[in-house]
Nanobody
């Protein structure tokens, strides 16, 4: 199983970025995105069932971020709009074999390497 995240960068507040995560090796039950800001614990951002029939978001990103998956090549996405300086963090994609959506990092089986998002004010 390999997860390769990309798409991070520097953006001004109010701007947008789309993170990608190439998932290979098998199909999964759930995929998600987490982030970790400097000096803080890793926190849940968004998760979706593999079929994308159910999605859930952290309150802090609801209405601004959208999680999705390209069924053709199993690329996972996190579209981030209306970015704020407090969104600055390293973002990680993760997958779990089970089909229950969870917001706990401990419930995910595989992780990507992280991609840095910096939002300037």
């Amino acid at each position: 199983v390999q997860l390769q995240a990309s798409g991070g960068g520097l953006v001004q507040a109010g701007g947008s970025l789309r993170l990608s995560c190439a998932a290979s090796g098998r199909t999964f039950g759930v995929f998600g995105w987490f982030r970790q800001a400097p000096g803080k614990e890793r926190e849940f951002v968004a998760a979706s069932r593999w079929r994308v029939d159910r999605r859930t978001y952290a309150d802090s990103v609801k209405g601004r971020f959208t999680i999705s998956r390209d069924n053709r090549d199993n690329t996972l996405y996190l579209q981030m709009n209306s970015l704020k300086p407090e969104d600055t963090a390293v973002y990680y994609c993760a997958v779990r074999i089970g089909s229950d959506i969870g917001s706990s990092a401990f419930s995910y089986d595989y992780w990507g390497q992280g991609t840095l998002v910096t939002v300037s004010s």
